[in-house]
Every structure is written in structure tokens, then in C-alpha cells.
């Protein structure tokens, strides 16, 4: 079954860290630009960053220089690591598979920035 799993998501306080991952099952990995996006409650999702097949990347101007998308094709597996967390960061975290008409979701994983 093809599909993508969050974890690595908590709470934290501001200015902490967190690693997310995700997970892609499927042969097509590999071949694909992966996203993350996040998304509170009420609002739309949101892209915080995305990277190509080729290692092009680009972030939202609200995670630059605190956040560092990354992929291993070895391992299937995408990552987020926020540094630098602030409250307005909190929000359900998303990985995305452009697939085109068949773009692929996770389940989402949460983050809480609070004190």
C-alpha cells in the first residue's frame, strides 16, 4: 500500500528543536518533489518547505534559517528539523508526495510550541 507516515512530532517549549519524519512506503520516493505543510485549525495548509528530486529546495519566509528540509532516497524517509521554535509554529505537520493528479497526504503529526 503506498503511503507516507508522520512521527516525531510534541510538545516543546520556545526556542527548542524537533525532528520530524516521514516515511514513504512505494517505489516512488525517489522520483518525486517532497513537501512539508502545516495547518491550524481554520486556516489553510500551508507549504513550510519542499525539495526536488535534484535537492532544490525552498521555504516559507516564516521558517528560512530555522528550518532545514532533507531527504534520504536510501531510507525512504523525508525530514524537518525546526530549530528555534516559536508558538505561532504550533500547527498539525504534513508530508506531501507531488504526484501530480495524485498527490499523496500523511496523516499528520502535531506540533505544540508553549511554555
Known amino acids: 500500500q503506498v503511503q507516507l507516515v508522520e512521527s516525531g512530532g510534541g510538545l516543546v517549549q520556545p526556542g527548542g528543536s524537533l525532528r520530524l519524519s516521514c516515511v514513504a512506503s512505494?517505489?516512488?520516493?525517489?522520483?518525486?518533489?517532497m513537501g512539508w505543510f502545516r495547518q491550524v485549525p481554520g486556516k489553510q495548509r500551508e507549504l513550510v518547505a519542499q525539495?526536488?528530486?535534484?535537492?532544490?529546495?525552498d521555504y516559507a519566509d516564516s521558517t528560512k534559517g530555522r528550518f532545514t528540509i532533507s531527504r534520504d532516497n536510501a531510507k525512504n524517509t523525508l525530514y524537518l528539523q525546526m530549530t528555534s521554535l516559536k508558538p505561532e509554529d504550533t500547527a498539525g505537520y504534513y508530508c506531501?508526495?507531488?504526484?501530480?493528479?495524485?498527490?499523496?497526504w500523511g496523516q499528520g503529526t502535531q506540533v505544540t510550541v508553549s511554555s
Open positions: 506531501k508526495a507531488f504526484l501530480g493528479s495524485r498527490d499523496l
Open positions: 512505494g517505489s516512488f520516493f525517489r522520483l518525486v518533489t
Open positions: 525539495i526536488t528530486t535534484g535537492g532544490t529546495i
